[in-house]
């Protein structure tokens, strides 16, 4: 819509070809429009018409995203998503001599508006005009895979999520990165977690007294496919803490304020509307957490923490059982626990999964044989994550305690 709200018929027939010709997932087309959006924002605040749109305006455009700390790579996807649409337009006759286009108008004389160059082949997000533009960044980063938070950097996020003004929200933040962490849920997914999906509380003690995960069945999907989550009984715990102690306090204030007030289904809500959190909120905190934190990445990013660490687990348990029954390391099926791992974190491309495995080539020492190994191994870096935000915890107590001392020490000075 432009500011009028009215709809832009060029831009909608575009999106609407991406989902129902190109086939594209709703959530990537929603990531398009939203760049498209932006971009559309700057024009008409420039006064400027799009279908005369110059490389100097993009480039003023991207510019100014990259002046508001976004990393190089959302730039170049952002102009990528932008250029596409401008390919698009031109091919199907909503403008004409804005790009030229390989096989489409390569053959006319005329001077586009918008420059190109040749695509070069890229692992994530092909060209489908076999060209990009001009003034795109350059990203070394674009086409490959990006940086894994460590869990020192995991750390950081805990403690860049802290809000001391309102604990509650800490707990939320806090539980929403374990969920990314622990099961590999993508943002979609975690949005979308609904409170009578958790547990009660007798089936999360047999869990734990039995030390076995739980195997939840998730609907609201990337590409819409149902698949199952196997999240900890501590992570269920601290979200059934979530849902009857902050989150509860969250809905009762706003049915006190709002008579309307109807509670949402999603675990994670707003303290400010009493509404769920929608994708650009999640998206805007992570964003936040890991500018605050100066780690390098995303919120996706710890999706990919979620896979090594899945990874090393079902190395680590293939190691051991093969070493049990007198086999090597060299032994394992790297294709077998390729599509175990694809199939755990709902991967459609295998291919996805082997950018990991390349970076997992380390020595790996014997296990002590268990039924569940990479449960076990998920449990034990599930508790380094919660000792670490309680090393954090009392570390920051400390300093209050002892800032409260010097305090009363003043105070009985100047009273005496």
Request: charged share 25%; net charge positive.
């Amino acid at each position: 819509m432009d500011s009028l709200f009215h709809f832009v018929a060029p831009v909608c027939d575009y999106l609407r070809n991406l989902v129902i010709h190109e086939q594209l997932e709703t959530s990537s087309v929603k990531t398009y429009a939203q760049y498209i959006q932006l971009f559309w924002n700057y024009l008409e605040g420039e006064g400027a018409n799009y279908a005369e749109v110059t490389d100097k305006q993009l480039l003023t455009w991207l510019n100014q995203q990259r002046n508001r700390d976004n990393k190089i790579y959302v730039a170049t996807a952002r102009c990528d998503a932008i250029f596409d649409m401008y390919c698009w337009l031109e091919v199907n006759g909503y403008v004409k001599d804005i790009v030229r286009i390989p096989g489409h108008n390569d053959g006319q004389n005329f001077e586009p508006l918008l420059s190109s160059k040749r695509a070069r082949p890229g692992k994530f997000r092909p060209s489908r005009f076999g060209v990009v533009s001009g003034v795109r960044p350059r990203a070394n980063d674009a086409n490959s895979v990006q940086p894994t938070p460590t869990n020192e950097d995991l750390t950081k996020l805990y403690i860049a999520a802290d809000n001391p003004k309102n604990p509650s929200l800490t707990d939320r933040n806090h539980l929403l990165i374990d969920w990314y962490g622990q099961t590999g849920v993508r943002r979609i997914e975690a949005q979308n977690l609904t409170v009578d999906q958790i547990p009660e509380w007798s089936v999360i003690d047999d869990l734990r007294r039995d030390g076995y995960i739980c195997e939840l069945r998730i609907v609201k999907t990337k590409g819409g496919r149902p698949r199952h989550i196997g999240v900890l009984p501590s992570l269920l715990e601290r979200t059934r803490e979530w849902i009857e102690g902050p989150r509860a306090d969250i809905v009762e204030r706003f049915r006190r304020k709002i008579s309307t007030y109807k509670e949402p289904k999603e675990i994670f809500i707003s303290a400010k509307t009493g509404a769920a959190l929608t994708l650009t909120t999640m998206s805007n905190l992570f964003t936040a957490f890991f500018g605050k934190a100066k780690v390098e990445g995303h919120g996706h990013r710890i999706r990919a923490h979620y896979l090594t660490n899945l990874l090393h687990s079902e190395i680590d348990a293939a190691t051991a059982l093969l070493i049990s029954n007198g086999g090597t390391f060299k032994d394992i099926d790297w294709e077998l626990i390729i599509r175990k791992v694809a199939e755990r974190a709902g991967h459609r491309n295998v291919d996805s999964i082997r950018d990991y495995v390349t970076i997992l080539k380390k020595r790996y020492q014997r296990l002590s044989g268990h039924d569940d190994l990479v449960t076990i191994d998920q449990m034990l870096k599930a508790k380094k994550q919660e000792l670490a935000l309680v090393e954090h915890r009392i570390s920051k107590g400390k300093t209050e305690l002892e800032a409260l001392t010097k305090l009363g020490a003043k105070t009985d000075s100047s009273t005496r």
